[in-house]
């Protein structure tokens, strides 16, 4: 099943999306929000699915999906905190900030709290006051959360995924520096985030979804040309159920929390950092890692960061090449 | 205007209680919860304002308002976002843990994202798993905003207050360090936040509220002893206008997102950190304070963190000895 808000007041209205993309049903005469839907999923979930179904068999009145018009299936949300699962991007981001790895970072997750009150649909614009700030993408996973008791084990948490989406944690470059250094994590430096189109249950990904792991290529594209082709399957060294379990530690989760797999990232077939996309390599899913690794390999970072008039696209494909969540297509534009 | 919420599903029924909080009258024939009457304050204030002098003259049927039956004035929201406007505890709490303070610290506000997924009542149990993770209590003022533009002044953004009220920003002393240190901020060491049985509107405080700052003696007993009398509208080196603008720079921000002060603090009269309250100072508004001056006294801390069975109270009266926004009063129990 396939979950989208089409813009209405401040949390959407709900609808159902077809498998393809191609078409939507409202569902809001079902419950109203996507929010909703998942405060009382067990109750709502059937009867989502029995729209689903009949919106797939064609049973149903329907109307082209536009993924343009579509808001951020959750318009704002109780809880975003972002992970580190791939630890690959944050040694890389580190070195780029001449700060070393500590080994704890292979088992303890690092994860921070993001702002939740306005998070933007897949084609609303990157707005940035300065285009000092180094803005940049980061693509990642992201997943929604049922409830999940305070102490929750990795497997009861993984249990508590309801829905899977893609993200563009929208970061600025030039003002983490200054802002870790305070000690107190990102506030300033983590603009409005950007979600995909639709958010996905977990069955609509078959054996791509497994063990808390979503597999397939990650695709970037800045300004048309391909920059990431990351696999979101390797490398990733938390899974969901460990990420939402390290945030369960101390409390309880409620039920629409989305969690974020930080910026997926893989190495070379070598081991070495990995290569541009243009020059055989997966690419990278921010545009930090590629100034790194040409730090390292030219003495200084040649791509500049996102300026006014760029425009970033994110989206994964199934195996028969079709988009699964939609495409986070945005451009930068002055504030 | 004083609003509170009574137990109902995720986000409670809106209430309007009385100045002197011994009534209440729903309001959720009005509109359902404190989240819809932010969402569209302009349109609902007035017809709020209006229940509430029915209610203060007696001419409307009244129930008597009791603290310990009310949930979080928000149970949940879509934004917690701390500040540190008490210089002296960063200083305090930094040197507790051997670091400095850097001098930008008393001009650029220190904040962090915290979760509001979980946002719990004022007579909610603090549920902790590990009495060795150092519980201690941070009792603070807060604000409820409007919607705030991104890159809004500080004069913007103090014009968006529409609420306040008092917290307790329980922390885990213990877990600090090692989370800190990986760099993100807080996660697993900010468990669930305390809130006041009521918000109360900017008018409703008087000459107490001005220039984003509020003025009066913040109480903090421990387990029926006074631990902490210190005047919160002293010492106070950012004002609500300054962190919420701080918290706008490159996002804007959503109706309801709660903003912190950071745990009220005052030196001692002659500069020093201050004495506790037993010795006739003001004393502290977390125990690491205490502990900080036992440790520069003594050589090391005396007075434990929080344990099983402990109870924090955090209240603020007016003029007259009149409880503000009523007790947050929780008991420490085992998750």
Avoid at 281 to 291: K, V
Wanted: glycine residues 12%; contains cysteine.
């Amino acid at each position: 099943m396939k979950l989208a808000s089409l813009p209405h007041g401040r949390d959407g209205r709900l609808c159902i999306v077809s498998s393809d993309l191609a078409w939507y049903t409202p569902a809001d005469h079902l419950v109203p929000t996507l929010q909703a839907a998942l405060d009382d999923w067990d109750a709502h979930e059937p009867l989502l699915r029995a729209l689903a179904t009949e919106l797939e068999h064609g049973a149903i009145p329907r109307e082209r999906f536009h993924e343009r018009a579509a808001a951020a299936p959750l318009p704002r949300a109780y809880q975003w905190a972002d992970g580190s699962a791939y630890v690959n991007h944050v040694e890389l981001v580190r070195k780029a900030r001449g700060a070393e790895l500590p080994d704890s970072f292979w088992h303890d997750p690092l994860m921070y709290q993001g702002g939740s009150d306005d998070l933007r649909g897949a084609r609303a614009p990157i707005t940035l006051a300065d285009e000092s700030w180094g803005c940049d993408m980061e693509a990642e996973i992201c997943v929604v959360t049922g409830d999940v008791a305070q102490g929750a084990s990795a497997e009861e948490a993984l249990a508590a995924v309801r829905l899977i989406g893609l993200v563009n944690d929208v970061s600025l470059r030039g003002l983490i520096p200054g802002e870790l250094a305070k000690g107190f994590g990102f506030v300033q430096s983590k603009p409005a985030t950007h979600f995909s189109p639709v958010f996905v249950t977990p069955d609509e990904l078959g054996a791509a979804w497994s063990g808390g792991r979503l597999s397939g290529v990650l695709r970037v594209d800045l300004n048309g040309q391909a920059f990431g082709r990351a696999e979101a399957g390797e490398e990733c060294t938390f899974d969901f159920g460990t990420l939402i379990a390290h945030l369960a530690k101390t409390r309880q989760i409620g039920a629409g929390s989305i969690v974020g797999s930080g910026t997926v990232s893989n190495r070379d077939a070598d081991g070495s950092p990995g290569r541009p996309c243009s020059a055989g390599g997966r690419g990278y899913s921010c545009i930090a890692e590629q100034r790194m690794v040409e730090t390292i390999e030219g003495g200084k970072p040649v791509t500049p960061f996102l300026r006014y008039g760029d425009v970033v696209r994110i989206e994964m494909v199934d195996a028969k090449g079709h988009t699964i969540f939609g495409a986070i297509e945005s451009e930068v534009v002055p504030a």
